[in-house]
Structure formats: C-alpha cells, structure tokens
C-alpha cells in the first residue's frame, strides 16, 4: 500500500517542485519494492512456521506493509534519508468470506483504512540512511526483515523461529518451484 505516503524534501532551486515530488516518489516506490521482495518477508514468516499464501487466496489475516514517510535532505537526486514503514497485521476472516469478487485490491484498501478494531498488531520501522547508507536491494532487504523480526519478537504474538532466515528462503524457493512446475505440467 502506498496511500498514505507523506514525502518531506529539501527544496532545490534548480529543480521544480512537481521534478522534485515526482525523483522522491520513484525513489520511495523503488525502495517499497525491494523490501517486498519476496524472499524477505515470507522467509521471515517460515522461519516461524507461519503459512503464507498468494494475494487473494482466504486468509485469517493479511499484513500490510506502508510506506507512511519518505524524508529526504539531498536537494538534487531526492535519495532518502529517513523512511518509516507501517506494518500492520489485520484480522481479515470477515474480509475473505467471499473471494469471488473482482475487486480484491479495492476490497483491501477500503478495508484496511477502517481496520482500528480489526488490528492485531502495528508497528512502525524505520530506515535511517545516515546509520545504514545503502540503497542496495540485498541491504535493504536484510535490515528491514532483522527489524520486522525484532518487532515480531518484541509482541508475544508471533511463535519463536523453529529455522533460520536462510533455509527458509532455500525452503520457500523449493516450494515455488514446485507450483511452477504443476502449473506447467
């Protein structure tokens, strides 16, 4: 989700705002999309022995994962400084009922914005570029999946890892590999 995504920037005489707004969106969204790459956050969730299934299948809850600030002091190329990610955990069993519909995404974020109720767990992590200067994909995976598990840990609510990070990735690829080769068959 991207919907509630604030960007604070230093402006750059040389560059318009709207170039500005636009270098800042495109660096968050890429940022997005190497934290949810999906090695990461689903290796996490087998390391504990959590299912995890494709978007749209039913499910007893669904985690998002928002961009809610993006900050940034460079004033040429808008890298980031300082991005905080919302990651929520919802109870969605009301939700996935009926999955026949075609509007899952719309389903989603409609419900996801009047979920206060339905919330089993938040929290908020945050990327600190001048701690952790990389934007590389593999980095920035690692450092936001060693947060998520610290914040697992901290709530109670999560079981304890029964593998380590890296036999879950091994076991999550061993089990994509298999769907693929069904679906081809």
């Known amino acids: 989700m991207k919907s509630g995504l604030k960007i604070e920037f ?17 660096n968050s969204d890429e940022l997005l999309s190497s934290i949810l790459n999906k090695s990461g956050i689903l290796g996490e969730l087998t390391a ?6 494709n978007f749209g299948e039913k499910t007893d809850y669904i985690m998002t994962i928002e961009p809610i600030r993006y900050y940034s ?4 190329l808008c890298e980031p400084t300082v991005v905080d990610y919302e990651i929520t955990l919802i109870d969605s069993k009301e939700l996935t009922k009926n999955w026949d519909t075609k509007r899952k995404v719309d389903k989603i974020t409609s419900f996801t914005k009047k979920t206060d109720k339905k919330i089993v767990w938040r929290d908020i992590i945050t990327w600190d570029y001048k701690k952790n200067p990389t934007t590389n994909d593999k980095n920035v995976n690692h450092y936001f999946n060693e947060k998520l598990s610290k914040s697992f840990e901290k709530t109670g609510l999560f079981p304890q890892k029964v593998m380590d990070i890296n036999s879950a990735i091994i076991k999550n690829q061993e089990k994509y590999k298999k769907i693929e080769k069904k679906k081809k068959s």
């Open 48 to 53: 504990r022995n959590i299912e995890h299934i």
């Open 73 to 76: 002091e460079n004033t040429n």
């Open 10 to 26: 230093r402006n750059n005489k040389n560059h318009t705002l709207e170039y500005m707004k636009e270098k800042c969106k495109t």
